[in-house]
């Protein structure tokens, strides 16, 4: 019921980054050395340009210039080199910790207990995927800002070796410059921010209008819609004029600082060489030197953002981790026939709830409430927690919450009314729970009335099932995935609401499949359908009220309807 | 439910002409602030070349032997310089901004327009993935492109050649050695392009199936674990979590191969321009001063040049982009006949109209008549695939009929043209859409001059008022994607209230209100009928209480019209619907004289 026992499992963002850097250690390590073996060549290109400058052209020496230029084409070799390695084990580092994060992360999600780590639906989706990947970018910001370090000592060095105050001058000056651009670095982020969200507030209005370009035309909305995005674009349009002027701002901040700054070094670097403190070389080394430093620095600021940014991800990543379990199951096998006992249950809300189910029975549930129809779904599919719930609920003589849950839900199969389909083809969306040949899909697909889909269409089987079954309609999905629960042919199969989306002469065609399909099972399989629809109140052998948590009423669908006049007003008719 | 039409195509892409041609009416449509950007990019890029030039006579003064006078003279120009080209610098980015960004928004607002006006029958046959990406993922790639680069992007090009001029404006001999490099990137470009176009195509696809894998088993937790596929969707997740992987890495190889070959040709334009250089001073044509601006010259160059080679791949991108989005910008404008010819009344015709999906499917409405009187409510009664939901769209104009025709008052559709055809004719249908934005916003979509009175009105008429009011900010409260989440139930209600608004004369509802339960789809059912009151109504009956209410009920089966009556005349017959009626009575199937159900479908 509590925390994952599995002492790997990071416990909290520093054993999370400690275990990356210690998993990957081979690959950071290499990178590492490598990337600040680059910067460090980087560092020396204008120190080489300052040495052939004053060595060779200055002297006019041959000799000299042929060691400069051998020079300059080795320091290249280093820089290259260093760099195309360098960041190859940097990025193998980084991918393969996202590989790790994103299947350590899908298996917690998937896994069968459940988690409850209190995200939703789309946040878990969210930190498999993205967050996996920014969490990983960790391994990059190390590697990458230890090189920074690297150039900047490297460029330390050279300025010092130069000239000691020069070079202290330097060092002091163009941190400060970067620190003063930070300023409006940040109005402009935040201006930049607002200009995205404009944008992608007028696409998203773009593509919700679109989605619903039916809907428009149908209710001649169209010229209304395109009159909305005109003013949403429009917005986004002064949004990033506005960026982009205080970006222009910026930019012109920068370059004219960094002139500046070039100017002041150039006149002292100029002065001491009039004086003759200077060589020309050495000249040239501290204006070029003075013009790369900016480099490092700035990219030190942007690695601080980096390890923010995966900072965040990882703790999203470490609580779905060690997200508690949504249940603890037992790890008991069925004792005997898949028979549903439900005696006063109290879960959620139900209220005493009692149910059973028998080995080849028929049974509808009349839930007046759709409350008590998830819970009770919750409950037959083991994600109920053992301390919220009352009462027994068994199943095969066992108490669901002490059945092995992969007994349970072999033996139990719960359809569940949101109908997902995988993407693939009709074929493996219906084999996903069965081992069937085609004439024994066929007729899963007849007993569901769903068998138009195949006929009427030239691939049959094969017939492809987009990303969220998009290529079906409402009614087409609910069908596959009822013929997907009687292709499983489970021995208990519980259904909910399976024709909300399809008409009346179809429900009755699938009320008759389905009891049919289940009876013919070998041995008869139990079906427990929750439902409001008549034409399947009236095929089951016995419905069931449940109003209040509790059930009310039961007897045969007739006998319901003639006997309580409250029933005849829930059944959806 | 009727089968998804099966002849698709894609919309258009623009040819490379077109492409541009649609980017050079953007450009003339706000001429004076491209030309006021390339002036202050050009002034911007100019004034940076001052301090290595300016640098390289300090360096002259020094080995003359000059005094303080020339440095600080230098300097002073330098500073100038710094001063003139931040402001020119900054007004470039401004410039190049404003005008990128308006001439994307008039591009994608076009594109837009395009799309929301385009004609039922083409709309039919694209696919909403297809428009979806143009009016989404391509406007957000173009914008990318432009907001992240694209003041970057030119003002690098324009220092590339403004450099490359300044070395040459110091000697020819010494531009013609920094040119040396040239080839050496040219060659670099035009090994690395054609090598990882085809693997970004892959590990595209490979990223695209990866995040399939990873959705589809999330989205899908509940089916995952109830038919036990948690380990066949781990592994799937691993499985192309590794391949995507795998691919990256190698195009990552490649990439840093291409890196090392732009190096190398730094490395050959550097050592070329010192080494002419280094004759050049020697044979007296140039001065120490000036091989040092050259050099400096060249070694400000590498920044942008790998910016540029860089963002290659990108620039790519975008241009695909935009060609998807001139496609579609270029597509004309529709026509509207403009025949004057209004309806003389709200009644509907259906004649023999015959509507066929594709090539050899059958008739999915076959030789299909069908007259409502004006005010008259006629329910259309059938199994899935009778054809109850293509008749509807017929009628409102929105599948054209192979065959046949469709009269409103007297008046053919296709003379009508789109437009008045949408102010006659209202279809909610079975597809509910929550527009995001405010619930007051959503209404006006069908009628924008609307105000909360009339707002409100319409919400009580179909009986939503309650709700409304007991939603967290009443009307203005945020609906849709990212707001607040309204049940089926309520997006229904909403649909039946912008009916309300927008008081069409005829009504076409295919509404699916089963959804909502047994109590939701009874007061939808009395929200219809107070929303169609006096209109001529067309209701396509998912239950057959709604085919009771109506004045005829038509009931068909195949494409065809199989019987139709008053619900009172069509029992007491004892044929189909009888039997229909007697099922949904709750009565056991398969006990009528007609057999079950199952026999209509």
Request: hydrophobic content about 50%; some cysteine.
């Amino acid at each position: 019921m509590n925390t994952p026992a599995d002492p790997r499992v990071p416990a909290d963002v520093r054993s999370l980054r400690t275990r990356t850097l210690a998993r990957n250690r081979r690959d950071i390590a290499l990178g590492t050395a490598l990337l600040s073996l680059h910067q460090a060549a980087e560092a020396l290109v204008p120190v080489a340009i300052g040495v052939t400058v004053d060595r060779a052209v200055f002297t006019g020496d041959p000799l000299a210039l042929a060691w400069c230029t051998a020079g300059i084409v080795a320091l290249f070799t280093v820089l290259a080199t260093a760099y195309r390695f360098g960041a190859r084990f940097t990025l193998r580092a980084a991918e393969n910790e996202a590989h790790l994060l994103r299947v350590e992360t899908a298996r917690r999600a998937l896994d069968p207990r459940g988690e409850r780590s209190g995200l939703r639906a789309g946040e878990v989706l969210s930190v498999a995927t993205s967050d996996a990947e920014q969490a990983s970018l960790y391994t990059q910001a190390w590697a990458r800002s230890i090189a920074m370090v690297t150039a900047i000592a490297v460029t330390t060095a050279a300025l010092l070796a130069v000239d000691v105050p020069l070079g202290l001058g330097v060092l002091l000056g163009v941190p400060l410059f970067m620190l003063l651009m930070r300023f409006p670095a940040e109005h402009i982020a935040r201006r930049s921010e607002a200009k995205q969200a404009a944008a992608a507030g007028a696409t998203a209005l773009a593509t919700d209008l679109v989605g619903g370009l039916r809907v428009l035309m149908g209710i001649g909305a169209r010229h209304n819609a395109a009159l909305r995005y005109r003013r949403a674009s429009a917005r986004a349009l002064e949004a990033s004029v506005s960026a982009a002027a205080s970006n222009g701002l910026y930019r012109g901040l920068v370059t004219a600082g960094g002139a500046l700054f070039l100017a002041c070094v150039a006149g002292v670097a100029g002065w001491m060489a009039i004086e003759g403190r200077l060589s020309i070389g050495e000249l040239v080394t501290v204006v070029g030197l003075a013009q790369f430093l900016a480099e490092p620095v700035q990219g030190l600021g942007m690695v601080g953002q980096a390890f923010a940014t995966a900072r965040a991800s990882a703790l999203r990543i470490v609580r779905l981790l060690n997200a508690p379990d949504a249940v603890a199951p037992g790890g008991h096998p069925l004792r005997t026939e898949p028979v549903v006992e439900l005696s006063g249950v109290t879960y959620k809300s139900l209220r005493g709830l009692d149910l059973s189910l028998a080995p080849g029975e028929f049974v509808g549930v009349l839930a007046t409430d759709p409350r008590d129809a998830e819970a009770l779904l919750e409950l037959l599919s083991g994600s109920a927690g053992r301390e919220q719930v009352g009462g027994t609920a068994a199943v095969g003589g066992v108490s669901v919450h002490d059945l092995d849950l992969a007994a349970l839900r072999g033996a139990v199969l719960v359809e569940d009314h949101g109908a997902t389909l995988f993407e693939g083809t009709l074929r493996s969306n219906l084999l996903v729970g069965a081992d069937l040949d085609d004439p024994g899909l066929l007729s899963a697909l007849r007993a569901a009335a769903a068998e138009d889909l195949v006929t009427g269409h030239p691939e049959g089987l094969d017939r492809p099932v987009a990303d969220r079954a998009a290529n079906l309609s409402g009614g087409q999905r609910q069908r596959v995935a009822l013929a997907r629960a009687l292709a499983a042919d489970p021995p208990v199969l519980v259904l909910h609401d399976p024709t909300t989306a399809v008409d009346a002469v179809t429900e009755g065609a699938i009320a008759e499949g389905v009891a049919r399909a289940r009876a013919g099972r070998d041995p008869a399989g139990a079906t427990l359908v929750i439902t409001s629809g008549p034409a399947l109140l009236a095929r089951a052998d016995r419905v069931v009220v449940v109003d209040g948590g509790r059930a009310t009423a039961q007897g045969t669908h007739e006998s319901l309807a003639e006997e309580h006049p409250r029933y005849g007003e829930a059944v959806l008719r | 439910m009727s089968a998804a039409p099966r002849q698709t195509e894609l919309l258009p892409t623009a040819s490379a002409r077109r492409t541009w041609a649609v980017l050079g009416e953007g450009v003339r449509a706000s001429r004076r602030t491209v030309a006021l950007a390339v002036a202050a990019v050009l002034a911007g890029g100019a004034a940076g070349l001052v301090a290595p030039w300016v640098l390289g006579d300090i360096v002259d003064a020094v080995a003359a032997g000059e005094g303080m006078d020339a440095v600080l003279r230098s300097v002073a120009l330098i500073a100038v310089a710094a001063v003139v080209g931040g402001v020119f610098t900054g007004l470039g980015g401004w410039f190049v901004g404003r005008a990128g960004e308006t001439i994307l928004a008039r591009l994608r607002e076009r594109v837009m327009d395009r799309v929301l006006h385009m004609p039922a029958a083409r709309l039919e046959r694209v696919r909403l993935g297809d428009l979806l990406s143009r009016v989404g993922d391509d406007v957000a790639v173009v914008t990318a492109g432009i907001a992240r680069n694209g003041a970057d992007l030119v003002v690098a090009a324009a220092t590339v050649l403004l450099t490359a001029a300044g070395m040459t404006a110091l000697d020819w001999r010494l531009g013609l050695a920094g040119l040396c490099a040239m080839p050496v990137y040219v060659l670099a470009l035009r090994w690395y392009l054609p090598r990882s176009g085809p693997y970004y195509a892959r590990e595209r696809v490979a990223m695209g199936e990866r995040s399939h894998a990873m959705i589809g088993a999330l989205r899908g937790r509940s089916a995952v674990r109830a038919y036990r596929l948690e380990a066949e969707h781990e592994g799937r997740v691993g499985d192309r979590s590794r391949a995507a992987m795998d691919i990256t890495l190698s195009v990552f190889r490649l990439f840093t191969r291409f890196g090392a070959r732009l190096n190398a040709a730094e490395c050959a334009g550097l050592a070329a321009v010192l080494v002419t250089g280094f004759w050049l001073v020697r044979a007296d044509l140039v001065t120490v001063g000036m091989v040092t601006s050259a050099a400096l010259y060249f070694h400000r160059l590498f920044g942008p040049m790998i910016f540029l080679v860089m963002s290659f791949n990108e620039v790519q991108s975008a241009g695909a982009s935009l060609a998807r989005l001139a496609g579609v910008a270029d597509l004309p404008a529709e026509p509207e006949p403009d025949t004057g010819r209004d309806p003389e009344d709200s009644s509907l015709r259906v004649e023999e109209v015959v509507h066929t999906y594709g090539n050899g499917a059958p008739p999915a409405l076959d030789e299909v008549s069908l007259e409502v009187a004006p005010g008259e409510r006629v329910a259309l009664v059938g199994a899935s695939g009778a054809g109850k939901t293509t008749l509807a769209a017929v009628v409102c104009g929105l599948r054209e009929p192979t065959s046949g025709g469709v009269y409103l008052g007297g008046v053919p559709l296709a003379e009508l043209g789109e437009r008045r055809v949408r102010e006659h004719v209202y279809l909610v249908s079975q597809e509910t859409h929550v527009f995001s934005g405010t619930l007051l916003e959503d209404l006006a979509l069908a009628r924008p001059e609307a105000g909360e009175a009339e707002a409100l009105a319409a919400l009580e008429r179909v009986g939503a008022l309650e709700w409304v009011r007991a939603l967290p900010e009443g009307l203005h409260t945020v609906v849709g994607e990212g707001g607040h989440t309204l049940t089926s139930e309520q997006a229904q209600h909403l649909a039946l209230a912008r009916l309300v608004l927008a008081d069409p004369p005829v009504a076409v509802l295919d509404e699916a209100t089963a959804e909502a339960g047994s109590s939701g789809a009874r007061r939808l059912e009395r929200a219809a009928l107070a929303a169609t009151e006096g209109r001529t109504t067309l209701v396509v009956a998912h239950r057959l209480t709604q085919a009771q209410a109506a004045d005829r009920v038509v009931v068909m089966d195949g494409g065809r019209v199989v019987e139709q009556g008053t619900h009172d005349g069509l029992v007491a017959a004892g044929g189909r619907y009888a039997a229909l009626w007697r099922s949904w009575q709750g009565a056991p199937a398969g006990q009528g004289p007609s057999g079950t159900p199952a026999a209509l479908g």
